[in-house]
């Protein structure tokens, strides 16, 4: 188990790319899985969650390899011509992969276990098997909602209206991707709009998509059965990725960087506006389009962050940027509150009661609740010198690892094994930059 030690070291300077969008890549594998002929793909995130994903894919039937250049081929299978995998299949961390799965398989007749680690083991599955359920498909679970699950899919789908219960992207693009091989017409309805990468990819591959506002809600329509085509696609940069350098450089004196090639698509630069009201400096330069994605270069300069207690954006649109951003209010001037966020105690760990010790035990003052948390900014250097508990999530660690950089005694991380799920380049880009770490 690999400790992570970061202390002050320098301004960070440089330009530099991070790794490919998380979200876009699992899509691309999928999908491209499901195409007919041959998808190319380049940029795809190598980390460990996107390789599980590729492992899955293969055992139902894809042939999927990598290129001595770095791109990924994919031949697909075909929609509705998913193989029965010969044993279980083990997403390791990765919950995004696993629920969209659930999706693939339950309109499908085959049968299918699949596990994960530790972590995904304690992640609740219940919002995908509900709408799955009513597609056709039957689930055996853990107390009925944690993995293992198996999944039984059904040779006779059924087309859903299904209404989210939560701003989930993951929920919707499950549905969506058990009613691809569904007859008639699967339709999701969200309060609030969710990233849309499983829209536009599908869009681009031929499927039939419609987007509409009605009476209050986002309706999503997709139409059963379609022909997939195969896809060549250069996957941009991820922002959530993007948001611990945006963080780092925000708040460590005389840093001045660019990241470039940065998928910038709307339901997802929340972590971008929320630091902009901090009083962040951030520009966008070069904003182009990327495999039916906005993209753009972020250049980042230090600024003195300022308290802030009401988001301009909705927390669905940045849920996986707030522990990094609690980190910034830690040393931001003033107090920050941030709330509405019980969705971060259902992720890779219990994201405001982590966040929360490791924040205490290195001298920040704070109150937590139900769904959310008051941080009392140092306006500067936070004392540091405790070591943290990632409880197996990477945006734990790479949050801490980030703050370190603005503590008066290095912070530990107990374990920054998790890194890999998501961000394996994560300490040689920071240290590159300038920042002082070590594994």
């Known amino acids: 188990m690999p400790s992570l030690v970061s202390q002050s070291k320098s301004a960070l300077k440089g330009q530099i790319k991070v790794p490919g969008d998380k979200s876009v890549s699992h899509r691309s594998l999928m999908l491209s899985a499901l195409a007919v002929g041959e998808s190319r793909i380049s940029g795809l ?6 390789l599980a994903t590729a492992d899955a894919m293969r055992a139902m039937g894809a042939k999927i390899e990598k290129l001595e250049c770095g791109d990924w081929v994919v031949n697909g299978v075909g929609v509705g011509s998913l193989l029965q995998p010969d044993d279980i299949i083990d997403m390791g961390n990765s919950g995004t992969s696993c629920r969209l799965l659930m999706g693939l398989m339950a309109s499908h007749d085959i049968t299918v276990t699949v596990t994960g680690d530790a972590s995904l083991r ?47 992207a993951q929920v919707k693009s499950a549905v969506m991707l058990a009613g691809l091989n569904t007859p008639g017409i699967t339709t999701v309805r969200e309060k609030i709009s969710t990233r849309d990468h499983t829209e536009r990819m599908l869009t681009a591959m031929g499927a039939k998509v419609t987007t509409t506002e009605e009476n209050g809600y986002y309706v999503i329509r997709l139409e059963g059965q379609p022909e997939l085509k195969p896809i060549s696609l ?15 450089a925000s708040i460590i004196p005389g840093s001045d960087i660019l990241i470039e090639n940065v998928g910038l698509n709307p339901l997802r630069t929340g972590v971008v506006d929320a630091l902009k ?16 994605e906005p993209v753009g270069d972020l250049r980042v300069r230090y600024a003195q962050l ?54 205490k035990a290195n001298g920040v003052e704070l109150k937590e609740f139900d769904d959310g948390i008051e941080i009392i900014g140092n306006a500067g250097k936070v004392p540091g010198g405790a070591q943290v508990k990632t409880f197996l999530d990477h945006r734990i660690a790479m949050s801490f690892a980030i703050l370190g950089q603005m503590a008066e005694a290095p912070i530990t991380v107990d374990d920054a094994a998790p890194i890999q799920t998501s961000f394996p380049t994560f300490v040689e880009l920071l240290t590159g930059l300038g920042a002082g770490m070590t594994v």
């Open 234 to 248: 250069e996957v941009p940069g991820d922002i959530s990725s993007s948001a611990f350098l945006l963080v780092a």
């Open 277 to 292: 009201a901090m009083g962040a400096d951030i520009t966008v330069e070069n904003p182009r389009e990327l495999g039916g």
């Open 122 to 168: 304690g992640r609740p599955m219940k919002r995908v098997i509900t709408p799955l359920s009513e597609v056709g498909a039957e689930f055996t679970a853990r107390d009925e909602i944690y993995l293992p699950i198996t999944i039984k899919g059904t040779d006779t789908p059924m087309p859903i209206d299904y209404t989210t219960p939560m701003a989930s």
């Open 45 to 50: 995130l190598e980390g460990e969650d996107v």
């Open 306 to 359: 300022k308290a802030v207690t009401e988001l301009p954006v909705d927390p669905s649109t940045m849920i996986d940027e707030f522990p990094v951003v609690f980190c910034a209010a830690a040393v931001a001037e003033g107090t920050s509150r941030f709330m509405g966020l019980e969705e971060l105690r259902v992720k890779e760990s219990d994201r405001l009661s982590a966040m929360a010790e490791g924040l």
